[in-house]
């Protein structure tokens, strides 16, 4: 070979080898280059209502955080399972509807790989509690009827609060991304209608064990305290309130309850069994069976008479939050979900400070009953009856109860969704029991999303001037070899 095509070997050698190892990075970096997506379904039996997830993840990717996202969320017909204690077939049939709509929403060749989980929550706790035959009905009820759909059924149970408290935190910590991250994580607090769960890495050391929960999620430790309060979500909290208020009033005035907690103008009549049909109130005997319970609107006394539901005055570790429970210092930011979320976002209350807060909520319980109603027609009168005692529960909670104080007020994110998946223990649940959180942290990427594009940027331009220096090289020389020929 002339000696002179000697440099032009070499640079086509060079671009082949450029070529070669762009195909192979890419292939490597994007591999599937076509995406499939897998399924998993989680029902959410809460106290007071069931709730069905479908979560998509794509099929390659089962290990990075942040890849599983709620696809669909169907809200079953009627009250939660456990109130089907008298009927437990009804439970069964009631979750018919949203399981159909889950079978049109997978498509058909997933459906027997889809795992189905049900995790029942603080009503089942109570119910097994009371009359643990009808609870095991309810759960064999729903179970049947989960077992009749061409997905992989993998078990219907009563979690615990442990559970509950850990798996909203994977959740909205898998979902805010913070898990495989050094920065901090974001503390879950969650209210249902039944109980409550505060979960957090805390600063100083857990003193009960029943509070620690210990986790190793992509290579890292966290050390979680978590408690759940039964009978302290927000409708049982109400009775125990009522509950303790007619205690204390009924014997003197049979007639009448005088609730600060509710509107002025508002009076419905009611039945003792009804503030006192479960476990989490002691029963009393009366001898009027009726009471009409009348709104006060009167935001201090309402906050008085709240803070009767949580004993403060005993203690056997350094610090409590209430009833005798351990609880560390309130460290770092939280996530504040479910009802935290709907009481606090429909009265507005979600970005302001701690004394604002109360000063706007002084108002909204004194605003007359009928005006509330007037100004919102549209919503369910039970629920809007209660938002001013709901709303005066949850700031007590927080304050006297977990001791968030005006400081860190602001460090309570109340939050529904993240990104497009709703903050629960769902998501965790069903991470957890597919193993799709490892221990340890997966094989990176050959390297990070924007490092690959600047690489097969400046790769691509070096190809370019190389096939240029070529064409000039070859040009010369043509020309060189013209001239001598001449
Ligand atoms: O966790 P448990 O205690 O088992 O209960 P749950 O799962 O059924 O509880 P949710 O978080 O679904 O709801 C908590 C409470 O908020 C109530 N709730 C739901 N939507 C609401 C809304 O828009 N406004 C006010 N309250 C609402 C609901 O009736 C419950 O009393
Ligand atoms: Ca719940």
Not at 257 to 278: A, S
Not at 390 to 415: H, M, P, Q, V
Request: hydrophobic share 35%; net charge positive; glycine share 6%.
């Amino acid at each position: 070979m002339e000696r002179r095509y000697m440099p032009v070997v070499i640079f086509l050698a060079a671009i082949t080898v450029g070529i070669i190892i762009m195909v192979v990075i890419s292939v490597v970096q994007n591999k599937p280059l076509y995406q499939k997506y897998k399924y998993g379904i989680v029902l959410d039996a809460g106290s007071s209502h069931t709730s069905v997830f479908i979560y998509e993840w794509p099929a390659e990717k089962e290990n990075n955080t942040g890849m599983v996202q709620q696809k669909h969320t169907c809200n079953v017909k009627g009250k939660g399972i456990s109130s089907y204690s008298a009927n437990p077939q009804g439970a069964g049939a009631s979750l018919q509807e949203c399981m159909n709509e889950a079978k049109q929403k997978i498509p058909a060749h997933r459906h027997p790989e889809t795992p189905v989980y049900l995790g029942a929550t603080a009503g089942m706790r109570l119910l097994r509690m009371e009359n643990e035959e009808a609870s095991k009905k309810v759960l064999d009820s729903v179970a049947l009827s989960l077992k009749s759909y061409p997905f992989s059924y993998q078990g219907a149970r009563i979690i615990s609060g442990q559970e509950e408290g850990a798996f909203g935190w994977i959740t909205v910590n898998y979902l805010s991304e913070n898990l495989r991250k050094p920065t901090g994580t974001l503390g879950a607090l969650d209210l249902g209608g039944a109980s409550t769960q505060i979960t957090f890495v805390p600063q100083q050391k857990i003193e009960s064990s029943d509070n620690s929960i210990d986790f190793r999620l992509y290579g890292n430790n966290y050390h979680l305290y978590t408690h759940s309060f039964l009978c302290y979500g927000k409708d049982q909290a109400l009775k125990l309130s009522m509950g303790k208020k007619l205690e204390s009033t009924l014997k003197t005035d049979p007639i009448e309850l005088r609730d600060p907690c509710f509107h002025p103008g508002y009076k419905v009549p009611r039945t003792v069994p009804d503030v006192f049909n479960t476990p989490c109130t002691k029963e009393l005997k009366l001898a009027n069976e009726n009471f009409l319970h009348v709104g006060l609107g009167n935001w201090s006394q309402c906050q008085q008479s709240i803070r009767k539901v949580f004993n403060t005055s005993i203690c056997s570790y350094s610090k409590c939050s209430f009833n005798g429970v351990f609880q560390p210092s309130v460290y770092g930011d939280f996530g504040a979900f479910s009802a935290f979320f709907f009481v606090m976002d429909f009265l507005n209350l979600t970005s302001d400070s701690l004394a604002t807060t109360k000063e706007k909520l002084a108002a909204y319980c004194s605003t007359p009953w009928e005006k509330i109603v007037g100004n919102h027609p549209k919503i369910d009168q039970k629920y809007l009856s209660e938002y001013c005692f709901s709303a005066t529960y949850i700031l007590t909670l927080l304050e006297d109860g977990y001791k968030f104080t005006s400081n860190n007020w602001k460090d309570i994110r109340f939050i529904k969704k993240i990104g497009d998946s709703d903050a629960g223990w769902t998501l965790g649940y069903m991470l957890n029991l597919t193993n799709m959180i490892p221990a340890e942290a997966p094989d990176m990427p050959l390297m990070p999303y924007g490092g690959y594009v600047t690489f097969m940027f400046f790769f691509a331009l070096l190809i370019l001037v190389l096939l240029l220096l070529v064409y000039l090289y070859f040009r010369r020389s043509t020309r060189t070899a013209q001239k001598d020929i001449i």
